[in-house]
């Protein structure tokens, strides 16, 4: 019986290890855009616990300015802590379906901005729409941007 309990134990961390690397999103993604060089923004997505997963963000403004900020989640909706990011303290992801994910931005517990993330049916692609919030739920401002995947070196 034990040698059993040991096998499925195996078996259950082999499909939990194995369902967080089949995740689409995992990798790096550069937002494209027109800005010149230094400029750039790039999101990695990887691995977080049995189902999780880390979002770190790597941006360099025109002044060659470098942030970086990153936070981790569950899928659950749950706020989880920010960091590195002052306009930012908590955020939420909840998955909508197996291409779409929905962030909720807070700042000291008010929504400042709603996404969609939608991954494209290639997988080489996220389209995100920002809608930015007052705080007491009125949309101020919508905008878009698209990502593209980063092959693997």
Known sequence: MRMFRLALAGLLSLATTLEAQS????????????????????????AFG???????????????????????TNFDGADMPVTGN??????????????VNEIIN??????????????????????VMYMRDDGNGKTTGVTFATYERIPPA
């Not at 049995?50 to 981790?72: D, F, H, Q």
């Not at 992801?93 to 197996?98: F, L, P």
């Not at 807070?106 to 389209?127: A, C, E, F, H, Y």
């Open 106 to 127: 807070k700042r000291d517990g008010k929504v400042t901005q709603v996404l969609t993330n939608v991954l494209s049916p290639d997988g080489n692609t996220i389209g």
């Open 23 to 46: 995740n689409p999103r995992f990798g790096r993604w550069k937002l494209k855009s027109d800005a010149p060089a230094p400029s750039s923004n790039i999101m990695t997505y990887e």
């Open 50 to 72: 049995s189902s999780g997963m880390k979002v770190t963000i790597e941006s360099v403004n025109a002044r060659g300015e470098k942030t970086s900020w990153w936070y981790t």
């Open 86 to 99: 002052a306009g930012q303290t908590h955020a939420a992801v909840r998955k909508i379906n197996d291409r």
